[in-house]
């Protein structure tokens, strides 16, 4: 199986700040890969599939980046609702897998 | 609108096989798409579990293979998951979802399933 791996694990930021998590394939997935919000209690939330698709619906300042083995989630001006886990998600061959999630705080 | 619901018992025994159901509205499941499973123990992250094509076809996670079974049932626009001889480390929300080939689009309220004695 593919092996997600998330960076940073949590962090803490500011309302207006931008932000950017990591996350990394342990082989080649193309473009094969979605991002996700979470937040207590709720289902997760399609943000980006395809690497960098805006799934319909999400916040313009949401968007991804990356091919291959390397992908970014990047939130240009945090707002208070986006405070959240965030998860990466690889769909290139089965089984589909998932980052750790990176939490975001309020600092 | 596409909705997701998942039915099934809340608290199932060791050794005993959890039975969980989604029913779809808003989408006929014979129309297309994936319909899957996803799980998240209390305070994890997420584990697919698999999914199935209208048709019938089935993924399953190897890890898990060998005491999953996902149906269909397109009379009722409902697909089920069954999971056998369950330990407590299959104490988990259990979501159903729309699996648009990969990418989870919709996704039900989840359904928090304890094995315990």
């Known amino acids: 199986a593919i092996r997600m791996t998330q960076s940073p694990s949590s962090f803490s930021a500011s309302t207006g700040d931008r932000v950017t998590i990591t996350c990394r394939a342990s082989?080649?997935?193309?473009?094969?890969l979605a991002w996700y919000q979470q937040k207590p209690g709720k289902a997760p939330k399609l943000l980006i599939y395809?690497?960098?698709t805006l799934q319909s619906g999400v916040p313009s300042r949401f968007s991804g980046s990356g091919s291959g083995t390397d992908f970014t989630l990047t939130i240009s001006c945090l707002q208070s609702e986006d405070f959240a886990t965030y998860y990466c998600?690889?769909?290139?061959?089965?089984?589909?897998?998932f980052g750790p999630g990176t939490k975001v705080d309020i600092k | 609108q596409v909705q997701l619901q998942e039915s099934g018992p809340g608290l199932v025994k060791p050794s005993e096989t959890l039975s969980l159901t989604c029913t779809v509205s808003g989408y006929s499941i014979s129309s297309g798409y994936y319909w899957g499973w996803i799980r998240q123990p209390p305070g994890k992250g997420l584990e697919w579990i698999g999914s199935?094509?209208?048709?019938?076809?089935?993924y399953y996670n190897p890890s898990l293979k060998s005491r999953v079974t996902i149906s269909v049932d397109t009379s009722k626009n409902q697909f089920s998951l069954k999971l056998s001889s369950v330990t407590a480390a299959d104490t988990a929300v259990y979501y159903c979802?729309?699996?648009?080939?990969?990418?989870?689009?919709?996704w039900g309220q989840g359904t928090l399933v304890t094995v315990s004695s």
């Open positions: 082989q080649g997935i193309s473009s094969y």
């Open positions: 979802a729309r699996d648009q080939a990969g990418a989870v689009d919709y």
């Open positions: 199935i094509y209208h048709s019938g076809s089935t």
């Open positions: 395809a690497a960098s």
């Open positions: 998600q690889q769909y290139y061959s089965y089984p589909v897998t």
